[in-house]
């Protein structure tokens, strides 16, 4: 099992910066991607930047040159640096693990953090 925790969400004014964290805690030996998922009311959830445990990363085309994705691996901790951020931006951003290769070893996927409210007023 492994287990989620973000943290760093808040409000911001339209121009300024936040830097989200996600903590992942259980029994694995390593995750090969964490992500970086959105949900704004009423629309569906989407991805916003994903890290691979050897540093390859994308991003969404709204969210390229502005944000920024990194993680620690010794800490299984993956951080969200946002600039620019944009009332658009606004969401409960998650975090997610895929790869997870468990103690069990088995490789398992799907997992996902509770969730952290990012409002940017305009």
């Known amino acids: 099992q492994v287990q989620l925790v973000e943290l760093g969400g808040g409000l911001v004014q339209a121009g300024g910066s936040l830097r989200l964290s996600c903590v992942a805690s259980?029994?694995?030996?390593?995750?090969?991607?964490m992500a970086w998922y959105r949900q704004a009311p009423g629309k569906q959830r989407e991805l916003v930047a994903r890290?691979?445990?050897?540093?390859?990363?994308n991003y969404a085309d709204s969210v390229k040159g502005r944000f920024t994705i990194s993680r620690d691996n010794a800490k299984n901790t993956v951080y969200l640096q946002m600039n620019s951020l944009k009332p658009e931006d606004t969401a409960v951003y998650y975090c997610?693990?895929?790869?997870?290769?468990?103690?069990?070893?088995?490789?398992?996927?799907?997992?996902w953090g509770q969730g952290t409210q990012v409002t940017v007023s305009s």
């Open positions: 259980g029994s694995f030996f390593s995750i090969n991607a």
């Open positions: 890290i691979t445990s050897g540093g390859s990363t």
């Open positions: 997610n693990a895929e790869g997870v290769l468990t103690t069990t070893r088995r490789y398992e996927y799907g997992y």
